[in-house]
């Protein structure tokens, strides 16, 4: 499959953004969030962005004040992975203007939107920036 699930978390380890590609119960994501958040946390910037938890491996980066984290499976290439959340944050940051906590809060849609447009069952299917946002901005327009 590929991403297994894509978390954005705050420094304070509140999560702000969640998006699943597999079937887990309400309660196993919030144990798995909360072990992994806690776990990526921990960790300084010396440290890679490359962590193994249960059968996942977690791929994180710090912009700012946000975490983006990617679990995959672990036959995964963790750079290409790395490369797709840097793709997220400027696309995030093409539309918002310097993405920040708050865009996120009071945005959650049009960033689960992009989500979407990039994402689909745990696969990348979209790279371009314009072809992510095209649909975004033609909502705006119309609205």
Request: net charge negative; aromatic share 10%; glycine share 4%.
């Amino acid at each position: 499959m590929g991403i297994r699930f894509i978390l954005m978390v705050n420094k304070q380890g509140q999560t702000r953004l969640a998006q699943y590609y597999e079937w887990l119960t309400l309660e196993e994501r919030r144990a798995l969030e909360g072990e992994i958040v806690r776990k990526c946390l921990a960790r300084n910037e010396q440290q890679c962005s490359f962590v193994e938890h249960r059968n996942y491996k977690i791929v994180y980066r710090r912009y700012a004040s946000l975490f983006f984290l990617v679990g995959v499976d672990n036959d995964e290439n963790e750079l290409a992975i790395l490369e797709f959340i840097h793709l997220l944050v400027e696309t995030m940051d093409r539309h918002f203007g310097n993405v920040c906590e708050l865009d996120i809060m009071f945005h959650l849609e049009k960033a689960h939107f992009m989500l979407e447009e990039m994402v689909m069952n745990g696969c990348i299917v979209e790279t371009s920036k314009s072809n992510i946002l095209s649909p975004i901005q033609l909502m705006e327009k119309t609205s």
